[in-house]
Each structure stands twice: as C-alpha cells, then as structure tokens.
C-alpha cells in the first residue's frame, strides 16, 4: 500500500519547494515537532519532490521516483528508524542483524502505512551508525539524490557509548556527500545531542488543523472524531488515529465481554478472570469506554425500535453500572474483580 497524503504545513512544504528551486536545500535538516503531525512524512515528501521527474512543485505521485518512495521501496532513500540492540558479538553480523531489522519495520509499514512509535528499547545503537556511514559512502544506484531520513534522532547513540561510530556520524553530517540530504526527525530540538544538533539547520512543524485531523481520520479509518476526540488530539494526527485505533479496540473488547455476560455467569466470569492478562489500565478503561458506548448504542436502538419500556430502562441501568465500574477503575482497585463485579451486575439487569 502507498504511503498516506501529507496533510497540510503547506507554508512549509512552500518554503522547501522555494529551497529546492534556487538550490539553497540545507543538506542536514533536524525536523523538531509534535509527536504524530507527519515529520517522517514530510521527510518523505522532501524525498519524493527530490526523486520526482516531474515539473517543479508539489512531487506528481505518479512518475517512477515518485511512486518508489510512496511504495518506501526507493533504493536511495533511507528511512532509518530506531531497531533493537543486535544480538550478535561481531561488528559485521551486528550490521547485518539491524539491516534485517530495518527491512522487517519496512516490510510492515509497506503492508500498513500509518505507524505509530517504535519500541520504547529500540535505539539507533552503533551498528545503525556504521550502517548509515557505510550506505552513504555508495553511489547512488539511481543516479540522483540520496535520502537519508533518521527518524527519533533522539536516540541516536551517544558519542560517550561508541566514540567511533558517534564520530563518524558527525563527520557525515558536518561534511554530507554531494546531492545527499539527511533529515532527522525529533519532538524537541533539546532531545538530540547538542554535537548533532549544532551541525544541522532546525526546522519547526506545527499542528494540523482540527479539520485536517478529522478529515484524515474519516478517510482512513471510517471513523468520525468527537470534539472531545479533536481536543485530546491536540492538532495531531498521529494522536488522533491511535486513540481512534484504542476506542475500536476497546469496543470490540466491550462486545466481547457483553456476548459473555449474556451467554450466562461462567463464560463472564472467565472473561473477567481473563482481564488479568491486559498489561495496560488504559486498554482497561477503553474497554469499559466502549462498553458504555455500546450499551447506550443499543439502548437508543431498542428506544427507536419501540421496544418496551422497561428493556430501555434496563439497558440505562447497564450503562449506570459500567459508568460506576469507570469511576471505580481510576482508583486502586483490582480490574478482575471490578469486571467479575461488573458481570453480575449486568447479568442480574438482564435477568430482570
Ligand atoms: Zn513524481
């Protein structure tokens, strides 16, 4: 699948496209701004423009150039991403085992598009540096620019863990190769080494539009955004698909548990013993967000449809229990009891 449209910063995308046609591009971009607002996209565009064949402007999308970068399959356009520490001892297999790596988060951004934040252990240890150095100094296999887009420059390896590798790395960006560009992406510029910082030209991306957000939302998940959805987003895309993609999953849970409520004690109480396993209090609470959505869905269904009174009523009594559940779960109790609680409680509401 190609990569997803850049959405908005369109004075900025002006200025580089200005910079590019009176060849003033700085060769070492540090690309600073809010987590999710499209910085390795906009690398990624400044990567298209630069292999597009096209006339001047926006990249066409549809020449050759253009259409490798979108597949992210460019031979000279490097998208490095922090990758576990390689397992192996020795210098060479070291970088084979994070050349590897880099290929496997390829291969599944090229299978889904819109990624979210790497491991939070995953670095661009030494053996990504010396991969770096090593894939600037070929030619380029195209004949035209080369891309070098290191994303979380934050993690790059300190100069005090590997002075070789650290040093060769600001060597290249002190002295990058003719028709070699390296952006590299981070939330602050306070976040990159200052050796890396002082060596490159800082470029600041803002926040998308509310609108931007919500139209990016609806075209790629189907899904619209609230105006609380919006405002926990902050401007940021990113933000708002992977709380979009945690409400889905939490709704999908919810039903999962309801169809065990319904399906009589033992399969629900095995469900919330289940529970035990979510690592995270927040996919927790995403469930009960989705339960609550879900039962004040199926309440307003059976107002619509004419149903009973009293069904209605049932069902509002539902959500009140999953609302009181909520309120419980922000506090210190155990989730597997709360849910355990919960499934009674909606079981005997059922009953009724
Ligand atoms: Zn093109």
């Not at 200025?15 to 060849?23: D, K, V």
């Not at 599944?108 to 090593?134: K, N, Y």
Request: aromatic share 2%.
């Amino acid at each position: 699948m190609p990569l997803a449209p850049l959405v908005g910063h369109l004075d900025l995308r002006a200025q580089f496209l200005e910079a590019i046609a009176s060849g003033k591009l700085p060769q070492v971009v540090l690309l600073t701004g809010p987590s999710g607002v499209g910085k390795q996209r906009l690398a990624l565009w400044l990567a298209q423009r630069l292999a597009c064949t096209g006339p001047a402007g926006e990249p066409c999308g549809t020449c050759r150039g253009c259409r490798m970068v979108l597949g992210l399959a460019h031979p000279d356009v490097h998208l490095l991403v922090p990758v576990a520490r390689p397992k192996a001892g020795e210098p060479d297999k070291q970088l084979a085992e994070v050349a590897e790596s880099l290929e496997a988060v390829m291969a599944e951004r090229r299978a889904a598009p819109l990624w979210g934040t790497p491991d939070g252990m995953a670095i661009h240890g030494v053996a990504s540096a010396r991969l770096i150095q090593r894939r600037a100094s070929l030619t380029a296999s195209e004949g035209g620019w080369r891309v070098f887009i290191i994303s979380r420059a934050d993690r790059l390896v300190s100069q005090e863990s590997s002075p070789e590798a650290a040093n060769a790395l600001l060597k290249l960006l002190e002295e990058p190769p003719p028709r070699s560009l390296f952006v590299l992406t981070a939330t602050e510029p306070g976040q990159v080494l200052p050796t890396i910082r002082s060596r490159s030209v800082p470029v600041r991306m803002g926040r998308n539009s509310d609108a931007e957000v919500r139209q990016f939302v609806a075209d790629h998940n189907g899904r619209t955004v609230g105006e609380s959805g919006l405002r926990a987003a902050g401007g940021s895309i990113g933000a708002a698909l992977a709380d979009d993609d945690s409400a889905s999953k939490g709704q999908a849970a919810a039903r999962a548990f309801l169809g065990a409520v319904r399906a009589g004690t033992a399969a629900a109480a095995d469900r919330a013993l289940r529970q035990g396993a979510w690592h995270a209090r927040g996919e927790f609470t995403a469930m009960l967000d989705g339960l609550a959505e879900v039962l004040a869905a199926d309440a307003r269904q059976l107002v619509v449809s004419g149903a009973g009174r009293d069904e209605a009523e049932a069902m509002l009594d539902s959500v009140q229990c999953v609302a009181a559940a909520r309120e419980h779960a922000q506090g210190n109790v155990n989730p597997q009891l709360l849910l355990a609680t919960l499934a009674d409680q909606l079981g005997a509401v059922a009953a009724r």
